[in-house]
């Protein structure tokens, strides 16, 4: 998962804030380039074990920022606006640093409760300082000198500038600040929660360690038990999105979080998109579902190891961009006690011009493909670091599943079983356009729905993972399947899952080409990673020769391609 793009601060902090949100920092108009190349020389990066965290002064920066709306209010001049920019850009460079920062502490140690308030206090102010933004933003797009703007920054940011507007607003600060307080519990509970049964308790770790009856029969309860107080976290969540929704003027909460998303197409086009994953994939997915592939067992430290000649086979600059990461400690993997499991993230501490990768490492070789869709994203904002970019989620996605795919010749260089784990990780493709599908149609169901509670979230879940063609597992004498709860991004990231599919589509074409010429395919990748994303996500894939994810006969095309590999259906 991607935390939000680097972008112009002034666009995207005006978007919906999750908790893994941290917005972007660079002055729009003073780009440095997005190809080739960019060296560390210039950049503020210094070793995270140095990265020393304090609190912004939160009061100091509401009465500047009233200060400098005033000074864009009376500018006389563009150049006015520029030069008062630099130091807005200076002070939420500091404090989206901060916070981001607090957040890597809290996640490192859940138990750390210094730092998990520090993160609930920076959360909660920074739903006050987007609206703050807003009224700058505002004072600009509509003062004398916005076309003089719009010519320095470019038409597409200046748009998600505008766009931006309407997702902040002070009619729904407490809605926003209440949602950021539930979401920060949520990944509390769900790294504390456990299961009595006969008297014990166990942890997921306890129930992760069993074999057998006693894992299914544990993990059972466990979602059973636990389900009642997700399902009542969940719902005060939804209403509190459709709560700030209706008050902002959107017509439903995923119409606002596409905005948000700076997406190209509408919830209506996801559900069709959902309606082909069902029609095309699940299918396939069927017939391949029980076959098991043994990728084998990659310890952390070898993996770690073995990446930077495998990158290197891709291409030089990203093996240099490995070398950057490891050179500042810019990666936390490594399993430890109180730190957050189940989440796995790319994020920025732009202070510090510092891409960041967390996730909690497991033997196993998904962790390994793991590091290698973070990587993607870490590259991404290695080579963008003092460039304005707006945060497209598909995009992003796109970066990270193609580098995925496209190392899939070099598997065989982490584990013995470098076919299977091919094999593997294509079943794991079909996997991420069906079940990422499913939760797309989970969350615009839900969300459409009143008088919610957890059994009712359950139902929907348990007859979409049979329509999906999962089968539900865990459900109970209702029919009520409590599994849905584990999944982090329904709570973090509301509607974010859908980028996992179309980037799927988009990833998968670039590895259709390397099954013919991969040298061509990387040409291909590396031209789509180092253009410009200030378009259009569909407008991105055809400058590179590739085809929108939503088109049916792409849909078929990918289809195909399974085919070949598993062989036909029945």
Known sequence: MRTKKTAGFLALVLCVVFIFTACGTKLPGTDGGTSGSTGNSTRDTIPYSEMAYERPDVAGMKTRM?????????????????TVEKEVDALYSNFYTMRTLAMLKKYHDVNDTYFEEEYRTLDEASVELSNLVNDYNRAIVEGPHADAYRDKVGAYVYQSIVDGLRLNSSAVEAYKKERNQLN???????????????????????????????????????????????????????????????????????????LGYTRDYSPADALQLCTESKRLFVPLLEDVYGTSYNAGQVQMQAAMNQMPAALAEVDAELAEAWSFMTEYGLYDLAPSAGKQDGVGFTTELYGWDAPFIFFYWTDDFASTTTLMHEFGHFYDDWLRYDTTVVGNLDIAETYSQGLELLMHKQYGDFTMYGEEATMASLQDFMNVLTYQSLLEEFQQTIYSMD?????????????????????????????????????THLFDAPFYTISYVTSAVSALQIWAESQQDWDAAVDTYMKLIRADQNQPFTDLLASAGLKAPHETAVLEEIAGYFVDVFGPQG
């Open 184 to 258: 920060t519990d949520y990944n509390k509970m769900l790294t504390t929660a456990t299961v009595t049964y006969d008297g014990v308790e166990y942890t997921m770790a306890d129930i992760n360690a069993l074999g057998g009856m006693d894992y299914y029969m544990l993990l059972s309860e466990y979602y059973s038990q636990n389900a009642p107080a997700f399902g009542e976290l969940y719902v005060k969540m939804i209403e509190l999105d459709k709560q700030t929704a209706s008050t902002l003027g959107f017509d439903s909460p995923a119409d606002m979080y596409y």
């Open 66 to 82: 009233a200060e400098v709306t005033a000074d864009v209010q009376n500018a006389g001049s563009i150049d006015d606006i520029l």
């Open 451 to 487: 008088n919610l509670d957890y059994i009712a979230i359950g139902q929907v879940y348990g007859q979409l993972l049979e329509d999906y063609g999962f089968g539900s597992y865990f459900a109970d004498d209702n029919g009520s399947d409590g599994s849905w709860f584990q999944v």
